[in-house]
Every structure is written in C-alpha cells, then in structure tokens.
C-alpha cells in the first residue's frame, strides 16, 4: 500500500541544475544564471567541466617508452581550478555549495546530456554574433537535441538582475 508520502517523496529531493563551464563568455553568463536561480528556487547546481581524454604516446615498437605530453590528473585538477575561478568570478552575492565534476568526454555535448539526466534543467551558453542575436555553438545544439531535460541557452550578453542602488537606475525603475 502506498501512502502520499510515498508519491511526493520524489519532490522534496533537491532539484539540480547541471550547467556546462569552459573558459567561455556564454558558460560564465550559463553559470551565472543558475547560481541566480538556485538561489532564487533553491536547486543545486552541478557545473561540468569536460576534458578530453589523455592517450599515451606508445612508441614502444620503436624502442621507446610509453608516453604521454601531458599528465591527466594536472589536466583534471587544471579543469577544477578552472570551474572554480569561474564560479568566484561569476558569484554574484556568494556561490552555496556548487557541486563541481571534470568527466572526461570526447564529445562534450554527450556527456553534458548523461550528467543532467535526472536534472530539472540543463544550462549551456551560446556564442553571440552580430545581426542573429545568439547562436548556439556544436555543443549547446547537441544538448538542445539529445537531453531529456528541459534546456536553456543563455546568451553571452546575459547579466544577473543586481538590486538598484544608485539614483539613477531608481529613477529608471520609478
């Protein structure tokens, strides 16, 4: 027997909002209005950064050792501390526990889709361009179509509504 309870359970889980970060003006303006919703609505948000994946180098055949350019983990701990930076620049009256993930992904729209399967909502940036308005770049159109969550593009341009304190914008409000 199920009880109503049982039915509304799902509801009092917190609500995520997976955004997508990289070091472009649309996942700064992406990451900024999810902070202003959770704050606003009280969701998580989960900001993703992806990597792409480390191959060694295998010249072993030759004679040589196995190799790689470039060490995974500073690449995963540089994505971090990138995410995190951003976050700092972008909170506007504090950041209240943002999860941060860095998954390793070659197609950076698929594994932005996996992360917010169970997301309320997925946030990506666009790309601004003169005359169009905004334009959503490889990896937003492919979120738009593969996610089985609701989608929201925000465009670069976009800025967090701040509270009126000089004469002026009172004026403009009035």
Known sequence: ????????????????????????????????????????SGARVVAVNVVEPVMPLDFAGAGFYATTASDPRQL??????????????VAVGGAD??????????????VLVRAA????????????RHGLGFLLGSTGASCVRHATCPVLAVPETWRPNLPSTTKHDQEVLA
């Open 117 to 128: 399967r169970d997301a309320a909502m997925l946030v990506v940036g666009t790309h601004h």
């Open 76 to 89: 995963r701990l540089a994505a971090r501390e990138l995410v995190e930076r951003t976050i700092r620049d």
């Open 1 to 40: 027997m199920t009880s109503c309870h049982d039915v509304y359970d799902e509801d009092l889980r917190p609500r995520e909002l997976v955004v997508g970060v990289d070091d472009s003006p649309g996942a700064r303006a992406a990451l900024a209005w999810a902070l202003d919703q959770a704050r606003a």
């Open 97 to 110: 526990e943002v999860q941060i993930r860095v998954i390793e992904g070659r197609n950076p729209g698929q």
